[in-house]
């Protein structure tokens, strides 16, 4: 139980065009999703928390207009590059919290989606 | 905010020996403590996490300790195995609202053979 998946595993897209980035919990309702980006041999670093049904909460430093994040239901969140350049090349992953989970606290990580941005 | 700082950056042992990952965290509101194992190129595994009403939880070869005093927590790996090769994160969350977590910086663990 508990599976997080991203789609695409990877992606490469020509700089200046948008990309959108898919995590879905396929056997549990996730509360939550987080996304999460992390660069070569770094930790990860929070970007957003998104709730089901509600706008998106942003890390201070991410542009909300750049990463644009959407939980329609409670088994999908989708993140959209928009206007990708090659400094938003990155290893990117999503996280779900699963909604009746007595033990709430406890994230699921998707595999990750490598962006290259040309 | 949370800030969680972890110990060592990269830590080689011998198949067979034992690995000790250390971590320290600042907010004393942060409750719950996740380990995470991540393979090159994959998401994080969560590996056994440990929630601050017990000091110590163990799963075969992988343990868990919490000093919440000191606010430290550590990962202990018996009897490694070359598949053990990996980053592994620790990671502070609380039961706030957001439960976000908080990483540390990561350890890359090598089991020589």
């Known amino acids: 139980g508990a599976v997080v998946s991203q789609h695409p595993s990877r992606v490469i897209c020509k700089s200046g065009t948008s990309v959108k980035i898919e995590c879905r919990s396929l056997d549990f309702q996730a509360t939550t999703m987080f996304w999460y980006r992390q660069f070569p041999k770094k930790s990860l670093m929070l970007m957003a928390t998104?709730?089901?049904?509600?706008?998106?909460?942003?890390e201070q430093g991410v542009e909300k207009d750049k990463f644009l994040i959407n939980h329609a239901s409670l088994t999908l969140s989708t993140l959209t590059v928009t206007s990708a350049h090659p400094e938003d090349s990155s290893f990117y992953i999503c996280?779900?919290?699963?909604?009746?989970?007595?033990?709430?606290?406890?994230?699921?990580f998707g595999p990750g989606t490598r962006l290259t941005v040309l | 905010g949370e800030n969680v700082e972890q110990h060592p950056s990269t830590l080689s042992v011998q198949e067979g020996d034992s690995a000790v990952i250390k971590c320290t965290y600042s907010d004393s509101a942060s409750n719950y403590f996740p380990w995470y194992k991540q393979e090159l190129g994959k998401g994080p595994q969560l590996i056994i996490d440990?929630?601050?009403?017990?000091g110590e939880k163990k799963d075969q070869r992988i343990a868990v300790t919490l000093n919440k005093t000191a606010k430290h927590f550590s990962l202990h790996i018996t009897e490694t195995q070359p598949e053990d090769s990996a980053v592994y994160f620790c990671?502070?969350?609380?039961?706030?609202?957001?439960?976000?977590?908080?990483f540390g910086s990561g350890t890359q663990l090598t089991v020589l053979p």
């Open positions: 998104s709730n089901e049904g509600s706008k998106a909460t942003y």
């Open positions: 440990i929630r601050s009403n017990v």
């Open positions: 996280s779900a919290r699963e909604r009746t989970s007595p033990r709430g606290n406890e994230q699921f």
């Open positions: 990671a502070a969350g609380s039961s706030g609202s957001a439960r976000q977590l908080t």
